[in-house]
């Protein structure tokens, strides 16, 4: 829909004109700001802690706090894996060596209640939060 | 011709070059949600007199549920 907008308001005779093609969808899914007529169904990003335990692929296990499960992230900020808290007594190698890759993860806008009911039943503590390309928003814990 | 945009550009549309945003669905839609400062405008009414509401002198950024 918004293709066709952008071609009638140009021949119309605004310029420049942009399409955000992604759209609502993707602004919400992001975390970024709407307004909205019911605003009392909370989501994922408003449920979750927004500064959860990170480190660098290249950051040392033996550097890693003990009995922690701290998110691997690049420099971009994009989730790449998730170290085991119970990780042995080998402390050596970096995080990207013993992390859990591609851990499952949950769009901002995700309904809350229903995402705390669905790890209650399938017994998850956490739930990553991220943008639609992967950048890491913040933690759901469960309880 | 339009520009294809993605997010990170509207954010740097609205804060440099003061673009304006205007979401084409339905009113519906639009009420039940949009994003903060949109201006209104629905594809099926939009003509030269609804179009007023926009100004000319700065750009303009539509947008719809997902671009379909």
């Known amino acids: ?143 | 011709m339009p520009t294809a945009v993605d997010r990170s550009e509207v954010l740097r549309l609205l804060a440099e070059d003061d673009a304006q945003l205007v979401e084409v669905l339905p009113q519906g839609e639009y009420d039940e949600e949009h994003l903060d400062g949109a201006i209104h405008l629905p594809l099926k009414s939009l003509s030269p007199h609804t179009a007023q509401v926009l100004d000319r002198g700065r750009p303009v950024i539509v947008y719809c549920w997902d671009g379909l």
Do not use: Q
């Open chain 1, 1 to 143: 829909m918004s293709p066709r907008a952008a071609w009638r308001l140009e021949r119309l005779g605004f310029a420049p004109v942009y399409d955000y093609v992604a759209g609502k969808v993707d602004w919400m899914a992001a975390g970024m700001p709407t307004v909205r007529a019911d605003d009392r169904e909370r989501r994922a990003f408003e449920g979750a802690g927004l500064e959860p335990l990170t480190c660098g692929p290249a950051t040392p296990v033996a550097d890693l706090p003990a009995g922690r499960s701290p998110i691997v992230v690049n420099s971009a900020g994009i989730v790449l894996g998730r170290v085991p808290a119970r990780r042995g007594e080998d402390s050596t190698g970096t995080a990207e060596d013993v992390m859990r890759p591609g851990p499952t993860t949950v769009r901002a806008n995700e309904p809350l209640d229903p995402l705390l009911e669905r790890m209650r039943a399938s017994g998850v503590a956490e739930m990553i939060v991220t943008t639609p390309e992967g950048r890491l928003l913040g933690l759901v814990h469960r309880d």
